[in-house]
């Protein structure tokens, strides 16, 4: 599985947009890009996946490079509810649905 | 109400002891997991089941055992409790198919202390 890294934390201001960096360098071509992120002791939620294409739900958008060594997960309007880690995975999709955490980049909005 | 729940949210209990962690969800999953998380770390993952008969070791099974009792339940156990398994405790879901397996749902989670 490829292996990610991402900046150990940010600061946005409220209101702003969020663009959050996730450098997968080594992806392969049948790998997904998911991104979580967990509110300060709470379950971890699922945000958004993509292969290839930009994806956008009503959550978050996911820009994906062209040749995928690195996307972006964008919070259009961030509040203050957005403050958490956000964790960018990699995985092939297959039978195991295992998701391996690293150490995430912590997202502070502030006021 | 939650779709995935975990009892209980919060347990102190004493090295040597037997305790069990239950899982609950609603989403109608086939797959269910139990992670950990210490301070500062990210998730790791103990065990995680496909369906009632089909069970999985994950990263650090040593010193856990589950039971899937049933489609919607997924339990975890530390037969003997230690120190170092003091730790956030989630359970997690998702479905079958394809890449939506690593779409999961996860409970709020148990706070463990071992003393």
């Known amino acids: 599985d490829a292996k990610t890294t991402q900046p150990t934390s940010m600061d946005c201001a409220e209101g702003r947009a969020a663009n959050l960096p996730c450098n997968h360098s080594?992806?392969?071509?049948?790998?997904?890009v998911y991104w979580y992120r967990q509110i300060h002791s709470q379950g971890p939620q699922y945000i958004i996946h993509?292969?290839?294409n930009n994806e956008t739900n009503e959550m978050a958008s996911l820009i994906i490079t062209e040749d995928r060594k690195s996307s972006t997960l964008i919070l259009p309007h961030a509040t203050l509810r957005d403050t958490a880690v956000y964790y960018c995975?990699?995985?092939?999709?297959?039978?195991?649905?295992?998701?391996?955490f690293g150490q995430g980049t912590t997202l502070q909005v502030k006021p | 109400d939650a779709d995935v729940t975990q009892t209980p949210r919060n347990r102190i209990t004493k090295t040597g002891k037997r305790i069990m962690l239950e899982c609950s969800q609603t989403?109608?999953?086939?797959?269910m997991y139990w992670y950990r998380q210490d301070p500062g770390l990210g998730l790791r993952l103990i065990y995680y089941?496909?369906?009632?008969?089909?069970?999985n070791k994950g990263e650090i099974s040593d010193g856990y055992s589950v039971s899937r009792q049933a489609q919607a339940k997924f339990s975890l156990s530390l037969e003997s409790a230690i120190p170092n398994q003091t730790a956030l405790y989630f359970c997690?879901?998702?479905?079958?198919?394809?890449?939506?397996?690593?779409?999961?749902?996860f409970g709020p989670g148990t706070r463990l202390t071992v003393t």
């Open positions: 995975i990699v995985r092939v999709v297959g039978n195991t649905g295992k998701l391996i």
């Open positions: 993509g292969l290839k």
């Open positions: 080594t992806i392969s071509g049948n790998e997904y």
């Open positions: 989403k109608g999953h086939d797959r």
């Open positions: 997690a879901t998702s479905d079958f198919k394809g890449r939506s397996s690593y779409e999961q749902y």
């Open positions: 089941s496909f369906d009632v008969k089909d069970i």
